[in-house]
């Protein structure tokens, strides 16, 4: 991990549709950025503008609503896994402090006979906003698409068959959130929007910030604005990644500030997709990841073993 002060940027449509010249040159940027940055910059990404645009207009309609209505969709038992998720809930696993935001989550929609069908909770449907639901079914599955060919060259990248993730992700347990960050109105002494922390899952998609705040901490402990611009998104590493290339691919730490007192007053929503692959996946090192100059960091485990684990630290999951 370098000392960056610059997050890159990488073209997927040189991916899908390019020569094979292209296709390398696209793998080994990305895979350098994950292993160097654990952050990237992506172009092209292939999620439409006006489905996203929809979705955040329903975001926003569904989070003016008042408490009491939104407080309808918080249901027990799912630890935030599905529908409402009131403010200040959730908290980085090192800190006490609730973020100061709140949050809709969907998950996986199982259409066929695949048994995993069990393991997951209905979504929450919005009979006050039912665009949300509607589109955020949408939008999940593309951000899947996406996100399938990143790993795909990923898989490349690391010397694996293209393929290696295709069926641990197929029908996994990904989750799209719409976060929305009121105006802060009073001193928020120590709580920031989103304290600093490492994302559970594989990778992460996050598109549709609506103004800026999100920072990625660097080798020397310096934080660097992450700004995409207009149609692009920002995809990190996640801590299931990382532990399966063994520490060779960073879970960087990241966070969302809160903005100058002048500007408490404007509020902000992002929309990420957290890609998560089916629980039974094994998450033991590849074996590939693991040299002298870098021996084995953990134990073995399966991602939905992690999952919980890690719920239970951010306080999703009693």
Known sequence: MSDFT????????????????????????LGDAFRDIGFVIVQNHGIPKDLVDSFY????????????????????????????????????????????????????????????????????FVEDVP???????????????????????????????????????????????????????SEPNSALRAEQHEDINLITLLVGASSGGLQVQNLAGDWIAVVPEEHEIAINVGDMLQRLTNNYLKSTTHRVVNPPKEKWHEERLSIPFFLHPRSEMSLDCLPGCVTDERPLAYEPITAGEYLDERLREIGLKK
């Open 6 to 29: 610059v997050v890159p940027k990488v073209d997927l449509q040189q991916y899908i549709q390019g020569d094979e010249a292209d296709k390398k040159a696209f793998v080994k940027a």
């Open 131 to 185: 665009s949300l639901s509607q589109d955020g079914t949408k939008l999940y599955k593309s951000f899947e698409d996406s996100g399938a060919y990143l790993l795909e060259a990923i898989a490349i990248y690391l010397g694996l068959d293209k393929d290696f993730f295709a069926e641990k992700i197929h029908h996994g347990n990904s989750i799209l959130r719409t976060i929305y960050y009121p105006p802060i109105t």
């Open 57 to 124: 207009k329903a975001s926003m309609d569904f989070f003016y609503l008042p408490k009491e209505t939104k407080l309808k969709y918080e249901i027990p038992n799912l630890a935030g896994q599905r529908g409402y998720t009131s403010f200040g809930k959730e908290h980085a696993k090192q800190s006490d402090v609730g973020d100061l935001k709140e949050f809709f989550q969907f998950g996986q929609t199982i259409e066929d006979n695949d048994p995993i069908k069990s393991e997951y909770p209905d979504n929450v």
